[in-house]
């Protein structure tokens, strides 16, 4: 078990609609990545947070937002839901390090109608 | 960025079978994992291997950085061994790069 909680598991949405998916570290873990996984793809790295702060970013347009709190878990916030957005979203966590391992969730799939 | 590429995309193994999957990478790495994908879609963790070479039961992985290069061994395949692995890294940050995945299916 990687510890790395990810809520909810299956979502539905309407396209225009807002969603928030949320994942919470695995203990210690301070740093939380979020991925998209597309149908037959490899996960594409959206956005990283450490300390509350957004550090780096992936291409996905500003409509992805995301948060992290004082406990390191984080939300990922998607406006505006296109038909592409359906996906597999991923979080994961690690130690800010650059030479370190990191731990994923068991994802959100997301599907927008 | 950095590219990944994973071959062969796709295998399909008789149980029992060894088979080699390998992850070519462009640039230096600080950071390479391999992942199994089970069909839930959770990435289970396999290896973190930057460099050298690790063993964890059945599977053994080897990864020659000079060369940019990592390869993943399964041994004596078993049905539970079916699945998508993904080879990961990333240079200079933490941010992983992910190819498009080995597609494997062992049969009984």
């Known amino acids: 078990e990687t510890g790395v909680t990810q809520s909810p598991t299956h979502l539905i949405k309407t396209r225009g609609q807002q969603v928030t998916l949320r994942c919470s570290s695995q203990?210690?873990?301070?740093?939380v990545s979020w991925y998209q996984q597309a149908l037959g793809q490899g996960p594409q790295f959206i956005f990283q947070?450490?300390?509350?702060?957004?550090?780096g970013r992936g291409n996905f347009p500003p409509r992805f937002s995301g948060l992290q709190f004082p406990n390191y878990s984080s939300e990922l916030n998607v406006n505006a839901l296109e038909l592409d957005d359906s996906a597999l979203y991923l979080c994961?966590?690690?130690?800010?390090?650059?030479?370190?391992?990191?731990?994923f969730g068991q994802g959100t799939r997301l599907t927008v109608v | 960025g950095i590219q990944v590429e994973q071959s062969p995309p796709d295998l399909i193994l008789q149980e029992g079978a060894n088979s080699t999957l390998r992850c070519n990478f462009s640039?230096?790495?600080?950071?390479l994992q391999w992942f199994h994908q089970n069909p839930w879609g959770q990435l289970i963790n396999l290896f973190y291997i930057p460099s050298g070479t690790k063993q964890n039961g059945r599977l053994s992985a080897t990864t020659v950085a000079t060369e940019r290069y990592s390869l993943l061994y399964i041994s004596s395949s078993q049905t539970t061994d079916s699945g998508v692995y993904f080879c990961?890294?990333?240079?200079?940050?933490?941010?992983?790069?992910f190819g498009k995945g080995n597609q494997v299916v062992v049969i009984p």
């Open positions: 994961a966590s690690s130690l800010p390090l650059m030479n370190t391992e990191a731990f």
């Open positions: 947070y450490y300390r509350e702060e957004e550090n």
């Open positions: 990961a890294l990333a240079s200079g940050n933490n941010r992983l790069a």
């Open positions: 203990s210690g873990h301070n740093t």
């Open positions: 640039d230096s790495v600080n950071n």
